[in-house]
């Protein structure tokens, strides 16, 4: 299985940027898919969650009506659209596959993505 995130990049505050995660290799029904990030010199942490079938999404706080997550089933892609973007926003996005239900424990995940630098800054 290999996902490949791209949309990564350098935006001002304010804008907007949507992540593009495309995966391979199997079968995407039944795999809940997850965004993760990773600020310098911080811990990875939960970004975005959604069920195989998009019928279920979770986020967390920091980006609670800025971000969605999103999935094109025929396409096997998995999208999530930043908008009103921040500086402390600035981290290596990952996406992240896991059969079953959705989870914000990155444990729980069983395929990740090389990530994508997303940088936010004036």
């Known amino acids: 299985v290999q996902l490949v995130e791209s949309g990564g990049g350098l935006v001002q505050p304010g804008g907007s940027l949507r992540l593009s995660c495309a995966v391979s290799g199997r079968v995407f029904r039944n795999y809940a898919m997850g965004w993760f990030r990773q600020a310098p010199g911080k811990e990875r942490l939960f970004v975005a969650a959604?069920?195989?079938?998009?019928?279920?999404?979770n986020y967390a706080d920091s980006v609670k009506g800025r971000f969605t997550i999103s999935r094109d089933r025929a396409k096997n892609t998995v999208y999530l659209q930043m908008n009103t973007l921040k500086p402390e926003d600035t981290a290596v996005y990952y996406c992240?596959?896991?059969?079953?239900?959705?989870?914000?424990?990155?444990?729980?995940?069983?395929?990740w993505g090389q990530g994508t630098q997303v940088t936010v800054s004036s």
């Open positions: 959604i069920r195989w079938d998009g019928g279920d999404t």
């Open positions: 992240a596959a896991k059969y079953g239900s959705r989870s914000e424990i990155q444990l729980e995940y069983d395929y």
